[in-house]
């Protein structure tokens, strides 16, 4: 009998790499703020955490401007952002697999949930999950302890030990153990190794394949 029943997957940099529509839009919100920072690489940073918190810890942005730099960046994302977007290898297998054997599967994810079933609409691949949690538009539960107890209270029916949250950023790992859950942080999306250690996770997986085989054998 699996150990888990209720898988919790962050989107960006788990299943999906999202860098070049995160990036892409957050450069055009900067520069029609008149803020200039050509280099796509140094706006990673954007991709896992709440927007407001990444506009205001990176750019120092106060919360009006943050409110604004977050309007012009879903002007681009809604247009062509969300679709500048790649699933990194075998995440439809593993899903697929993942259904077969009797998981229920959960975004969890600091997007607007709006935006995340677009975006797992576009990539086919939908139908693998039974409950889609993300954010607000209006910037409330975008926390990933919010998000996570909201997933906990939908299936209170279940022990907090029947649920794993995966993710690649400390803002998951720390939701997991806010919450009581375990996590699998993942080091082949945007987190370093180092930021996922640090966050301590109950696992690691350095691949997709890595992830299948620690979720098989929690049983």
Same mark, same amino acid.
């Given at each position: 009998?699996?150990? @888990?029943?209720?898988?919790?997957?962050?989107?960006?940099?788990?299943?999906?790499?999202? %860098?070049? *529509?995160?990036?892409?839009?957050?450069?055009? +919100?900067?520069?029609?703020?008149?803020?200039?920072?050509?280099?796509?690489?140094?706006?990673?940073?954007?991709? *896992?955490? /709440?927007?407001?918190?990444?506009?205001?810890?990176?750019?120092?942005?106060?919360? #009006?401007?943050?409110?604004?730099?977050?309007?012009? @960046?879903?002007?681009?994302?809604?247009?062509?952002?969300?679709?500048?977007?790649?699933?990194?290898?075998?995440?439809?297998?593993?899903?697929?697999?993942?259904?077969?054997?009797?998981?229920?599967?959960?975004?969890?994810?600091?997007? /607007?949930?709006?935006? +995340?079933? #677009?975006?797992?609409?576009?990539?086919? &691949?939908?139908?693998?999950? !039974?409950?889609?949690?993300?954010?607000?538009?209006?910037?409330?539960?975008?926390?990933?302890?919010?998000?996570?107890?909201?997933?906990?209270? %939908?299936?209170?029916?279940?022990?907090?030990?029947?649920?794993?949250?995966?993710?690649?950023?400390?803002? !998951?790992?720390?939701? +997991?153990?806010?919450?009581?859950?375990?996590?699998? *942080?993942?080091?082949?999306?945007?987190?370093?190794?180092? #930021?996922?250690?640090?966050?301590? /996770?109950?696992? &690691? +997986?350095?691949?997709?394949?890595?992830?299948?085989? &620690?979720?098989?054998?929690? %049983?």
């Amino acid at each position: 009998m699996n150990q @888990y029943k209720i898988l919790l997957f962050d989107l960006d940099g788990t299943l999906s790499d999202p %860098k070049e *529509g995160i990036t892409k839009s957050v450069r055009h +919100a900067l520069q029609m703020l008149k803020v200039s920072e050509p280099d796509l690489d140094k706006l990673e940073c954007f991709i *896992g955490p /709440p927007l407001q918190v990444s506009f205001s810890e990176y750019y120092h942005f106060d919360e #009006e401007k943050t409110k604004t730099a977050i309007d012009l @960046y879903r002007e681009r994302f809604k247009e062509k952002g969300m679709f500048e977007n790649v699933l990194y290898p075998n995440i439809p297998s593993l899903l697929n697999s993942l259904k077969e054997q009797g998981y229920t599967l959960v975004i969890a994810t600091s997007k /607007p949930t709006i935006f +995340a079933d #677009e975006i797992l609409k576009y990539f086919e &691949i939908h139908h693998y999950f !039974d409950c889609i949690v993300g954010s607000n538009l209006d910037g409330t539960r975008s926390s990933k302890t919010e998000i996570i107890q909201y997933i906990l209270n %939908k299936y209170k029916d279940h022990d907090s030990s029947e649920f794993i949250m995966i993710g690649d950023r400390r803002h !998951d790992i720390i939701g +997991a153990n806010n919450s009581g859950i375990d996590s699998v *942080g993942v080091t082949y999306g945007y987190g370093s190794l180092e #930021e996922v250690k640090s966050s301590k /996770p109950t696992y &690691i +997986a350095d691949s997709v394949e890595q992830l299948r085989e &620690i979720i098989s054998n929690s %049983k």
